[in-house]
T-cell receptor
């Protein structure tokens, strides 16, 4: 069964550093998403992406965040200057159809900012 | 987006049927109901989606009464591996696909 993959599984970085989280969505999917989950809290939507542009973003997704689909397979989330409060599990998801709520999530990247 | 209310936690035993009910009094005509499951340290996993009456797949059943103000996720004969958080989401169709998760229901299955 096809699945979404994410790398790395765990990333430790110092405050102020840039990080790039990588995702490989399911190959025939066209819609991509990033979510995050701070430990013990709800899963929060960050951004949706289609046709090489952002479809929607949340208030969390400020100027420090950016997304890119640099090639036909990868989908990345960049945090320019990490803060302690960016420590969370970051999940990538993809879906075949737009406006669908059947999304396939990756295993997540645990980001720890020290 | 319609607000959803579901129990914070539930306990069950292996082999039992588990029913988790979600209230969504303000559901709109075009809204769908979707349930996700999340195991610890994993991403959420789509379980089932419905609009009205009953939907069944290999994992679960979803019961939606005629007024659609609530829905019940039914898990037949649970096992220890069904211990997870279950989320009820209500949303319209045709937008960007943003999922809004609540706190969910933590189901603990005991031997």
């Amino acid at each position: 069964e096809p699945e979404v993959t994410q790398t790395p599984s765990h990333q430790v970085t110092q405050m102020g550093q840039e990080v790039i989280l990588r995702c490989v969505p399911i190959s025939n999917h066209l819609y991509f998403y990033w979510y995050r989950q701070i430990l013990g809290q709800k899963v929060e939507f960050l951004v949706s992406f289609y046709n090489n542009e952002i479809s929607e973003k949340s208030e969390i997704f400020d100027d420090q965040f950016s997304v890119e689909r640099p090639d036909g397979s990868n989908f990345t989330l960049k945090i320019r200057s990490t803060k302690l409060e960016d420590s969370a599990m970051y999940f990538c998801a993809s879906s075949a159809l737009g406006g669908t709520y059947e999304q396939y999530f990756g295993p997540g990247t645990r980001l720890t900012v020290t | 987006l319609a607000k959803t209310t579901q129990p914070i936690s539930m306990d069950s035993y292996e082999g039992q049927e588990v029913n988790i009910t979600c209230s969504h009094n303000n559901i709109a005509t075009n809204d769908y109901i979707t349930w996700y499951q999340q195991f610890p340290s994993q991403g959420p996993r789509f379980i089932i989606q419905g609009y009205k009456t009953k939907v069944t797949n290999e994992v679960a059943s979803l019961f939606i009464p005629a007024d659609r103000k609530s829905s019940t996720l039914s898990l037949p004969r649970v096992s220890l591996s069904d211990t997870a958080v279950y989320y009820c989401l209500v949303h319209g169709s045709g937008n960007t696909g943003k999922l809004i998760f609540g706190q969910g229901t933590t189901l603990q299955v005991k031997p």
